[in-house]
């Protein structure tokens, strides 16, 4: 059932008018409430509630709100202070919280039915589950709410407590059994007539409205107290539910509900004991139990019209679909004739005779063009070993075998031997069909010989795209090393300038801007150039490792951190050391000072201006360094691809780079037997984590 959706400059009228009638009819129950004056076994707008709710969209939940607020604030007012008048206020409002969560709820959990289509609660399974779930249910939240928040505000006191719970769920779950069906019945006219049924439906309810008139003024009222009169009403109930449908139960249920309240108030009916409010919760307890016995028969006797009316439209439909599948199938067997008999795959039915050799029963057309015979006739009844190599006769029996047994084959290479001699590489599936009661077979048989060139031709463009793949690396590899030379001999030009700028502040004023984003920008191209010499002698396995003895992982951390820090600063930034003491083994320096310089690169491009965290630590067998920083953070799909080359988590229009640095830094790290791995959290964070061993056993590129 999908929300209806109301407009947006309709909204707020309908939740105006869903508070005003919620509020008019929570009035008329509060007439027979108990102390403080808003609780009531008599409780319609609990049903109004879910209705609206229903018909209108669970968004003019507000309205549902707003009028049980008014109502209830109304009802237990007071101004005596200021103090008890923030604490009525204040429990008026929690009251309309429990009757929103209860119309939500039960709006939530309330049988989805048809609206285009018929009336709601035709089935029993949607009564049960309107009854349990959205009646008995989801009561419990208002009852408990809004009792427990007038216990708060000394409304009640502990000895109340019961009683006000028992008749606050009692009023809101009768409220909404009795109520509910009623509004969404009528609402919709196209709901309104029952087969015809709407003059009888008004016929029953006069009926209905003057009898009970009988019951509670004529001479049978005095007797209420020692007679059951309220099962006197039970034929009407089984009428409206076994004629009128699901509108004239719901009719009923009301008719019955009104006149029962008023005539136990009034005390003329045989629910009168005990106090006002216990004759109440009897008389409630009985609409409930009727209302629930009426539902459940309608839906009871809507089911089986249903059923005996698509019965009877299937009887009428029979014998046309056995027609039509009649005709199908006859069409549908043609169909497969014709596609078995043009397909360009050999289709075989193979069988067993009575001296367990393997014949072909059937033979399309490919299949005389396969094997070399003029005909398909040609083949039928021959052994179907015949057509198969010598060499190959055992493999084909087992085969045979397996398909037998397990049901099925292949598809599996094989060869075919044709009537000329000839050999043709085929592609074989088997399958066991029923044939008569005998073993049998359905073969397909695929020439591959095309195949097969194919598959020779496509090695022979991989190994061309190798060779291809081969050149470009070496060319990038070339074009590189061409690149680095003027890079260098630039950027030391830049770095001479800047040290010659003239003493005149004004002169160098005007040229160390511009100079320092040349030298900045020279770096970070020679940086790209190193980077792009990294990836081609890593893909010819040409990077090379040098090891030293006695490496201290803490200074080189610290001096690189150093070097790192006026990069840091710039870009808004704290660089942070933790680390142990000396953190001695074999690496290669400048490998180890490229991977963390590109962490804390990276550390810096994203941290969002925050500290950035390195830590060194001594882990016995192996040495760790870590960075962390709390930028934008990289969300947990993408943690694995980011080591990948060229890949990038994040947009490169916002920050750039070419998705190369920790796939090197990642290579640098497994060629030195170590890891790197990343833990993150999206807009906390990242730490990279890298660990080496002491004495790493180089792993390779």
Same mark, same amino acid.
């Given at each position: 059932?999908?929300?209806?959706?109301? +407009?947006?400059?309709?909204?707020? /009228?309908?939740?105006?008018?869903?508070? *005003?009638?919620?509020?008019?009819?929570?009035?008329?129950?509060?007439?027979?409430?108990?102390?403080?004056?808003?609780?009531?076994?008599?409780?319609?707008?609990?049903?109004?509630?879910?209705?609206?709710?229903?018909?209108?969209?669970?968004?003019?939940?507000?309205?549902?709100?707003?009028g049980?607020?008014?109502?209830?604030?109304?009802?237990?007012?007071?101004?005596?202070?200021?103090?008890?008048? #923030?604490?009525?206020?204040?429990?008026?409002?929690? /009251?309309?919280?429990?009757?929103?969560?209860?119309?939500?709820?039960?709006?939530?959990?309330?049988?989805?039915?048809?609206?285009?289509?018929?009336?709601?609660?035709?089935?029993?399974?949607?009564?049960?589950?309107?009854?349990?779930?959205? +009646?008995?249910?989801?009561?419990?939240?208002? #009852?408990?709410?809004?009792?427990?928040?007038?216990?708060? =505000?000394?409304?009640?006191?502990?000895?109340?407590?019961?009683?006000?719970?028992?008749?606050?769920?009692?009023?809101?779950?009768?409220?909404?059994?009795?109520?509910?069906?009623?509004?969404?019945?009528? *609402?919709?006219?196209?709901?309104?007539?029952?087969?015809?049924?709407?003059?009888?439906? #008004?016929?029953?309810?006069?009926?209905?409205?003057?009898?009970?008139?009988?019951l509670?003024?004529?001479?049978?009222?005095?007797?209420g107290?020692?007679?059951?009169?309220?099962?006197?009403?039970?034929?009407?109930?089984?009428?409206? %539910?076994v004629?009128?449908?699901?509108?004239?139960?719901?009719?009923?249920?009301?008719? *019955?509900?009104?006149?029962?309240?008023?005539?136990?108030?009034?005390?003329?009916?045989?629910?009168v004991? +005990?106090?006002?409010?216990?004759?109440?919760?009897?008389?409630?307890?009985?609409? =409930?139990?009727?209302?629930?016995?009426?539902?459940?028969?309608?839906?009871?006797?809507?089911?089986?019209?249903? #059923?005996?009316w698509?019965?009877?439209?299937?009887?009428?439909?029979?014998?046309?679909? $056995?027609?039509?599948?009649?005709?199908?199938?006859?069409e549908?067997?043609?169909?497969?004739?014709?596609?078995?008999?043009?397909?360009?795959?050999a289709?075989?039915?193979?069988?067993?005779?009575?001296d367990?050799?393997?014949?072909?029963?059937?033979?399309?057309?490919?299949?005389?063009?396969?094997? =070399?015979?003029?005909?398909?006739?040609?083949?039928?009844?021959?052994?179907?070993?015949?057509f198969?190599?010598?060499?190959?006769?055992?493999?084909?029996?087992?085969?045979?075998?397996?398909?037998?047994?397990? %049901?099925?084959?292949?598809?599996?290479?094989?060869?075919v031997?044709?009537?000329?001699?000839?050999?043709?590489?085929v592609? *074989?599936?088997?399958?066991?069909?029923?044939?008569?009661?005998?073993?049998?077979?359905?073969?397909?048989?695929?020439?591959?010989? !095309?195949?097969?060139?194919?598959?020779?031709?496509?090695?022979?463009?991989?190994?061309?795209?190798?060779?291809?793949?081969?050149?470009?690396?070496?060319?990038?590899?070339?074009?590189?090393?061409?690149?680095?030379?003027p890079?260098?001999?630039?950027?030391?030009?830049?770095?001479?300038?800047?040290?010659?700028?003239p003493?005149?502040?004004?002169?160098?004023?005007?040229?160390?801007?511009?100079?320092?984003?040349?030298?900045?920008?020279?770096?970070?191209?020679?940086?790209?150039?190193?980077?792009?010499?990294?990836?081609?002698?890593?893909?010819?396995?040409?990077?090379?490792?040098?090891?030293?003895?006695?490496?201290?992982?803490?200074?080189?951390?610290?001096?690189?951190?150093?070097?790192?820090?006026?990069?840091?600063?710039?870009?808004?930034?704290?660089?942070?050391?933790?680390?142990?003491?000396?953190?001695?083994g074999?690496?290669?320096?400048?490998?180890?000072?490229?991977?963390?310089?590109?962490?804390?690169?990276?550390?810096?491009?994203?941290?969002?201006?925050?500290?950035?965290?390195?830590? $060194?630590?001594?882990?016995?067998?192996?040495?760790?360094?870590?960075?962390?920083?709390?930028?934008?953070?990289?969300?947990?799909?993408?943690?694995?691809?980011?080591?990948?080359?060229?890949?990038?988590?994040?947009?490169?229009r916002h920050?750039?780079?070419?998705?190369? =640095?920790?796939?090197?830094? !990642?290579?640098?790290?497994?060629?030195?037997?170590g890891?790197?791995?990343?833990?993150?959290?999206? %807009?906390?964070?990242?730490?990279?984590?890298?660990?080496?061993?002491?004495?790493?056993?180089?792993?390779?590129?």
């Amino acid at each position: 059932m999908q929300e209806p959706r109301a +407009g947006s400059r309709s909204r707020p /009228i309908a939740v105006l008018l869903l508070a *005003v009638i919620y509020a008019a009819s929570a009035s008329v129950g509060q007439h027979v409430a108990i102390p403080p004056g808003n609780v009531t076994a008599f409780f319609p707008a609990s049903g109004i509630a879910l209705a609206g709710l229903l018909l209108g969209g669970q968004k003019l939940w507000p309205g549902v709100w707003l009028g049980s607020f008014l109502v209830n604030t109304w009802a237990i007012f007071d101004t005596t202070s200021f103090a008890r008048t #923030a604490t009525t206020t204040l429990v008026g409002a929690t /009251i309309g919280m429990g009757a929103t969560i209860e119309a939500l709820a039960a709006a939530r959990v309330f049988p989805p039915w048809d609206r285009d289509g018929g009336p709601p609660l035709a089935r029993v399974l949607d009564v049960a589950r309107f009854t349990a779930l959205s +009646g008995l249910g989801c009561s419990i939240t208002s #009852a408990t709410l809004g009792t427990t928040s007038l216990f708060a =505000g000394s409304l009640i006191t502990t000895t109340d407590y019961a009683e006000t719970w028992l008749t606050w769920w009692l009023g809101d779950a009768v409220g909404i059994l009795v109520i509910t069906p009623l509004v969404l019945t009528c *609402v919709r006219p196209r709901w309104w007539a029952f087969q015809g049924r709407g003059v009888e439906i #008004a016929l029953h309810q006069v009926a209905l409205f003057a009898f009970q008139m009988f019951l509670v003024t004529g001479t049978l009222a005095d007797r209420g107290a020692h007679c059951p009169l309220g099962h006197f009403i039970t034929p009407f109930l089984v009428w409206a %539910g076994v004629r009128l449908g699901p509108l004239g139960a719901a009719l009923a249920v009301f008719n *019955v509900s009104v006149f029962a309240t008023l005539g136990t108030e009034h005390g003329t009916t045989p629910f009168v004991q +005990g106090t006002r409010n216990e004759s109440l919760l009897f008389v409630q307890a009985f609409v =409930g139990d009727m209302a629930l016995t009426t539902l459940v028969l309608a839906a009871v006797i809507t089911e089986r019209r249903r #059923a005996e009316w698509a019965l009877s439209r299937s009887r009428d439909e029979l014998d046309r679909h $056995v027609e039509e599948r009649t005709a199908a199938l006859t069409e549908s067997e043609e169909r497969y004739r014709i596609l078995v008999e043009v397909s360009p795959d050999a289709i075989l039915l193979e069988r067993f005779d009575a001296d367990g050799v393997l014949r072909i029963a059937y033979a399309n057309a490919a299949a005389a063009r396969l094997f =070399g015979v003029t005909s398909a006739a040609e083949l039928i009844s021959r052994p179907l070993f015949d057509f198969v190599l010598a060499e190959r006769e055992a493999i084909a029996r087992r085969g045979v075998m397996d398909a037998l047994e397990h %049901g099925n084959l292949g598809p599996v290479d094989g060869w075919v031997a044709r009537a000329d001699g000839t050999a043709v590489e085929v592609e *074989v599936m088997l399958a066991r069909v029923p044939r008569g009661g005998k073993r049998a077979l359905l073969a397909i048989y695929r020439d591959i010989t !095309r195949r097969k060139q194919i598959e020779q031709e496509r090695a022979a463009l991989y190994r061309e795209a190798e060779a291809s793949i081969r050149a470009r690396d070496e060319f990038l590899s070339i074009a590189s090393h061409e690149l680095k030379t003027p890079l260098t001999a630039l950027s030391l030009k830049l770095q001479a300038l800047a040290r010659s700028l003239p003493a005149d502040p004004d002169i160098a004023a005007k040229i160390a801007p511009a100079l320092d984003v040349a030298l900045r920008q020279t770096t970070r191209l020679s940086t790209l150039v190193d980077e792009l010499l990294d990836v081609s002698r890593i893909t010819q396995g040409r990077m090379e490792l040098c090891l030293d003895e006695d490496i201290d992982l803490a200074a080189v951390v610290e001096d690189v951190v150093q070097r790192m820090q006026d990069t840091a600063v710039r870009a808004g930034c704290e660089l942070r050391l933790d680390s142990d003491a000396a953190v001695v083994g074999c690496w290669d320096r400048s490998r180890v000072e490229q991977v963390l310089i590109n962490l804390l690169s990276n550390a810096i491009k994203y941290g969002a201006k925050a500290p950035i965290d390195v830590r $060194v630590r001594d882990e016995g067998a192996s040495a760790s360094f870590s960075v962390t920083d709390r930028g934008i953070g990289i969300p947990a799909e993408d943690q694995a691809r980011i080591f990948d080359r060229f890949e990038r988590a994040v947009s490169v229009r916002h920050f750039g780079g070419f998705g190369l =640095g920790l796939w090197i830094a !990642r290579r640098i790290v497994e060629a030195l037997g170590g890891t790197i791995l990343v833990e993150s959290t999206p %807009g906390e964070g990242a730490t990279f984590t890298v660990t080496l061993p002491r004495a790493p056993t180089p792993a390779g590129p």
